[in-house]
Structures are given as C-alpha cells and as structure tokens.
C-alpha cells in the first residue's frame, strides 16, 4: 500500500487530502477496465488488520469518498517506440505498477534510448 498526502490542511483544520493505492494480485482474464469504479470487497480483507499508531489504514479506505480500480496487466514488449512523429515514453512504453515514480523514470531513459 502507497499513502502520500495531496493538500496540507485542506479543511483549515489539520486535515489531509491523500491519495492511496492498494496493491492485489489475482489471475483474471477479464477485459482491461480504466475507469470501472473499485469494489471495496475485492481488497479489504488483506488490509483489514493494518492498524498503526498513526493510521487505521482498514478505516481509512472505508471513509474514501471514491475507489476506483486500475487493473495492471501484463504486455509483450513491442519491436519499436517511434511510429512517425509519435514516440511512447515513460507508462505508455513501459506497463508496471504505479509506485516509486517507475514511470516518470523509464520515460526519462526511454527518452535517452531514441537520440
């Protein structure tokens, strides 16, 4: 699980606006989804008992206003990254899981691979 605050003190009174992300993985053959909203039951449960003397991690994804899913899937590397004036760089080129800016750096050597 990923949790990193967006605004300081949003409410005016020591509230955050954060942004989590909550990692599973099942088999599924299911099509690719990007904007099917998440179901709380599919995840839950392995986070149920993280509880920490700062964070009830459990209760603050039951309190989120929205879930939304991102399914990541698994992609065949393709033969080239340029087509004409188009060249795919950073997630577009490189599908992984969203979390330690993995994408912000492969765009940044997929950009040093096309000079």
Request: glycine share 8%.
């Amino acid at each position: 699980m990923v949790i990193y605050p967006i605004i300081d003190n949003v409410d005016g009174q020591g509230n955050q606006l954060i942004n989590w992300m909550a990692d599973i993985q099942h088999d599924t053959f299911e099509q690719n989804d990007w904007n099917r909203p998440g179901q709380l039951s599919d995840f839950l449960p392995f986070y149920e008992s993280w509880r920490f003397d700062w964070l009830d991690a459990a209760q603050m994804i039951r309190d989120s206003e929205l879930i939304l899913e991102y399914p990541m899937v698994d992609k065949d590397p393709i033969e080239a990254w340029t087509f004409g004036r188009v060249t795919l760089a950073g997630d577009a080129a490189h599908p992984m899981y969203p979390r330690g800016s993995n994408g912000a750096a492969q765009a940044v050597i997929g950009g040093n691979r096309q000079r």
